[in-house]
């Protein structure tokens, strides 16, 4: 908390907020990644951390560097369910204490004056969360109160995670490349009108871009050059919001009219200034388990090949904008840019709420399944 003027980096970029918005949930892991044995190393947010799982299997988190001599704890052992530096062999707990000093009688005094800042964390849906903040400032809320509805209810849903990825781009920029109008252009052979039923398809330099409003925001429509649309549909009965605190984005999508609508959740995280962190999953209504074998198998032959194709086209215009500093300075806005505004203002209320004592909470209705 800070009293100190703002300085801005660029417009609505006060300094610190390049490296990403602290005090919230994030998905840093997958939960496989971290098995019983080994520890794991996660940058985020421009926080070197080291995860493991204790000895009942609930991961632990605490900061990626040894109170001793500096060493990286994530190349340390997992032993008696705590965390042991792989230099001189202090071992810490969950909490963040110093357990053991190897040299030291078991009960000595010394390890009260020696430990590792701790973060919450906890594994969920298939993913290692991990409250990235300061928790004594900044109290968790439950991390259930901050999830997608989906990964809530194995129920009614089912949900298949993509690998986790790395862009080389500022996390604010792979934001800004969210808008909802780009889809017909940079995705045109992926994602948009690939496969118009019925029709010829329009060849790229014919086609024309019509914006249109929905409940959801502003959509782009493909169209030919009278304007006439040939790409899917785009859903108007849509719920929830698109962007959610602190970087997790919602797209609805039918890959064409007759295939099962699903929903791609993606979070872009702050590795640091210059890389983000990418983690999705798309999700579908699904009840028995016929239907999540179907879907199951859907995922595999339709979604996944075609929304990695989708992603690899965002992580490549992410990083072809430059840095964060060179994009923003050079940018000139349209109106139809007035949403990604909208986000960016969203953040940053949210990074200077913290400056004053007020962590913005995430509201549940955000996170309802948008179909
Ligand atoms: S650096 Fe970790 S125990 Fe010495
Ligand atoms: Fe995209």
Redesign the pocket.
């Known amino acids: 908390m800070s009293n100190s003027p703002v300085r801005e980096i660029v417009p609505d970029v006060p300094v610190g907020l390049e490296k990403g918005l602290e005090n919230y949930w994030y998905p840093i892991a997958q939960s496989e990644e971290l098995g019983r044995e080994e520890p794991l190393g996660v940058t985020v947010l421009d926080r070197e951390l080291a995860l493991w799982r204790d000895g009942n299997g609930d991961v632990r988190a605490v900061h990626g560097r040894?109170?001793?001599?500096?060493?990286e704890?994530a190349i340390?052992r997992v032993l008696d369910g705590r965390l042991q530096?792989?230099?001189?062999?202090?071992r810490f707990d969950g909490n963040g204490r110093c357990a053991l000093i190897p040299w030291e009688p078991e009960d000595s005094r010394l390890r009260d004056e020696i430990s590792v800042p701790a973060y919450p964390a906890e594994d969920r849906g298939g993913y290692i969360w991990v409250y990235v903040g300061d928790a004594a400032a900044f109290p968790p809320p439950p991390l259930e109160d901050e999830l997608p509805e989906e990964l809530l209810d194995e129920e009614n849903f089912v949900w298949f995670r993509f690998p986790t990825e790395t862009w080389e781009a500022n996390w604010l920029l792979t934001l800004d490349g969210q808008d909802a109008y780009h889809p017909v252009t940079l995705h045109a052979g992926s994602q948009s009108v690939a496969a118009a039923e019925g029709r010829e398809v329009v060849p790229l330099a014919e086609r024309r871009v019509k914006i249109v409003d929905t409940s959801y925001g502003i959509r782009a429509v493909a169209t030919d050059r009278e304007g006439k649309p040939i790409g899917q549909g785009h859903f108007t009965e849509v719920k929830g919001d698109r962007f959610i605190l602190p970087c997790l984005s919602t797209n609805p999508l039918r890959p064409r009219t007759n295939l099962a609508p699903y929903v791609v959740r993606v979070w872009q995280m702050a590795i640091d200034a210059e890389r983000t962190l990418v983690s999705r999953f798309a999700s579908f209504r699904a009840n028995g388990r016929a239907e999540r074998e179907r879907l199951e198998g859907f995922f595999h032959e339709v979604v996944k090949p075609r929304a990695s194709q989708v992603s690899a086209e965002d992580a490549l215009i992410a990083a072809a904008q430059g840095s964060l500093v060179d994009a923003r300075a050079n940018e000139f806005l349209f109106n139809v840019d007035q949403e990604t505004v909208r986000l960016r203002r969203q953040i940053k209320d949210a990074f200077l709420a913290q400056r004053e004592g007020r962590r913005t909470a995430v509201s549940r209705e955000a996170l309802v399944f948008p179909l």
């Open positions: 040894c109170p001793h001599r500096n060493a704890l340390g530096c792989l230099f001189h062999g202090l």
